[in-house]
């Protein structure tokens, strides 16, 4: 059996329901007319809000910039089965892809072993659409990785200041890179978006490229101290005093980007580049993918990889069976079991994390969401509700990717709801397998 919480499913779902309903009836007309009005124009100033978000999501090459991961080979083609879960109801009348689409989900997919149980779109998104996803993106990096872990070109209880000389001096010298990798790194700088004086928003935000900041796209690298992201790493980031590395799990971006800078750097060749060539055109894909950039135009580690609904499946699956796709070895296997092996201090993080503590989360390991090691069940999570749930004892993987109107996981019932209905769903498969 596997395990899931209870936390009052059926309340959270009635909550989550009511809501998503009072915002969709007072949702405007988003890109209304040709050329759309002004009103319901998105804009980088309000691609991260709804109703603007569900638009901006989809096309997220239009409020930011990127550059493309191609595709490559041959399209692998999934199996179908229409009937398996044609009557499965998770709560009462309610079908999966109502729950799912009533709590803001842009499009959903459910796969056991190599065959397609479900798979709906709502709200316009389409089989042919890139995603933005967010923090997933984070996942993928660690994924990737693991290759320089296998080769030894990388020792993780190193400083990653031994590869970067750039981040000799920074809150990043006297940490190890499994510190950078499980984000208990004891950094100065906290994410805050919601404080326009923060040192998120006056320095991360405008480097990363990826939130408005009034004239923040039209400066140039000579008039910048910080222009981009690892200006940012190597110039401003510092330790907390009060803690020491390892000490607490402080979930924080700049962990990805530096990640993100080590594949670069010891690949010798930029992070698109890497994910495509070690990766995603292993992958049969159907469609290029993309990543967004930040204002020095480097690819975004911490969360800028775009793709359709069934790419990143396939991505999901090479996960779940260990770095194998299509009878090809992608990624090394130990690597991909390593997030598993949460240790006792791992768990005890996350327990004392005031935030993340009220989560099913076990653990959070080099960059994977833990929800329990012993079925192989874990996620890559995104901020406004992007999921890659793996459940290895199922042999299931389910993709979702939504426009909620809230950024955080944590706190958000329309998140909740989702990731329990998966749960649920990862279960029952699992009995009928019995």
Same mark, same amino acid.
């Given at each position: 059996m596997l395990a899931i919480p209870n936390r009052g499913w059926f309340a959270c779902l009635f909550l989550a329901v009511l809501f998503g309903h009072a915002v969709a009836d007072e949702q405007p007309g988003v890109m209304d007319g040709l050329p759309p009005s002004a009103d319901t124009q998105v804009t980088k100033a309000n691609y991260l809000t709804a109703p603007y978000n569900r638009w901006a999501f989809r096309n997220a090459s239009a409020p930011l910039n990127v550059v493309m991961v191609p595709r490559g080979g041959e399209i692998w083609h999934f199996g179908r089965d229409n009937e398996r879960l044609a009557d499965y109801t998770p709560s009462g009348d309610m079908t999966l892809a109502e729950l799912f689409e009533v709590n803001f989900a842009d499009g959903l997919l459910v796969v056991q072993g190599e065959t397609i149980l479900s798979e709906h779109y709502f709200g316009g998104f389409e089989a042919t659409d890139q995603h933005l996803w967010f923090s997933m993106t984070k996942s993928l990096v660690s994924a990737l990785f693991g290759l320089l872990v296998e080769s030894g070109a990388v020792a993780l209880e190193s400083s990653p200041a031994r590869y970067i000389p750039e981040l000799a001096g920074t809150a990043f010298e006297r940490v190890s890179i499994q510190e950078v990798l499980d984000h208990t790194t004891a950094l100065a700088f906290k994410e805050n978006y919601t404080d326009p004086n923060s040192d998120f928003f006056r320095h991360y935000a405008p480097a990363l490229g990826m939130m408005y900041q009034p004239g923040a796209s039209d400066a140039q690298p000579h008039d910048e101290g910080i222009y981009g992201v690892h200006d940012f790493l190597s110039d401003f980031v510092k330790p907390d005093p009060a803690l020491g590395p390892g000490d607490a799990f402080a979930y924080n971006s700049a962990n990805a980007d530096v990640l993100g800078w080590l594949v670069a750097r010891l690949m010798e060749r930029s992070l698109d580049?890497?994910?495509?060539?070690?990766?995603?055109?292993?992958?049969?894909?159907?469609?290029?993918a993309y990543? +967004?950039?930040?204002?020095?135009?480097?690819?975004?580690?911490?969360?800028?990889?775009?793709?359709? &609904?069934?790419?990143?499946?396939?991505?999901? &699956?090479?996960?779940?069976?260990?770095?194998?796709?299509?009878?090809?070895?992608?990624? !090394?296997?130990?690597? &991909?079991?390593?997030? &598993?092996?949460?240790?006792?201090?791992?768990?005890?993080?996350?327990?004392?994390?005031?935030?993340?503590?009220?989560? !099913?989360?076990?653990?959070?390991?080099?960059?994977?969401?833990?929800?329990?090691?012993?079925?192989?069940?874990?996620?890559?999570?995104?901020?406004?509700?992007? +999921?890659?749930?793996?459940?290895?004892?199922?042999?299931?993987?389910? +993709?979702?990717?939504?426009?909620? !109107?809230?950024?955080?996981?944590?706190?958000?019932?329309?998140?909740?709801?989702?990731?329990?209905?998966?749960?649920?769903?990862?279960?029952?498969?699992?009995?009928?397998?019995?």
């Open positions: 580049e890497a994910i495509t060539d070690s990766v995603w055109r292993h992958l049969g894909a159907e469609h290029d990543i +967004v950039v930040d204002r020095a135009y480097m690819p975004v580690a911490t969360g800028g990889f775009n793709a359709t &609904l069934r790419d990143a499946a396939r991505f999901a &699956l090479m996960i779940r069976d260990k770095g194998v796709f299509d009878d090809q070895r992608l990624l !090394p296997a130990g690597w &991909l079991d390593a997030m &598993l092996s949460a240790s006792d201090k791992d768990r005890a993080n996350m327990s004392a994390n005031a935030v993340y503590a009220k989560m !099913p989360w076990s653990a959070y390991k080099n960059m994977w969401w833990i929800l329990d090691a012993d079925a192989g069940e874990f996620c890559a999570v995104g901020v406004h509700g992007q +999921v890659i749930y793996i459940n290895r004892a199922s042999d299931t993987v389910m +993709v979702w990717y939504s426009s909620q !109107p809230d950024a955080s996981a944590a706190v958000s019932p329309h998140f909740l709801v989702k990731l329990d209905a998966a749960r649920a769903l990862a279960q029952h498969l699992a009995e009928g397998e019995s």
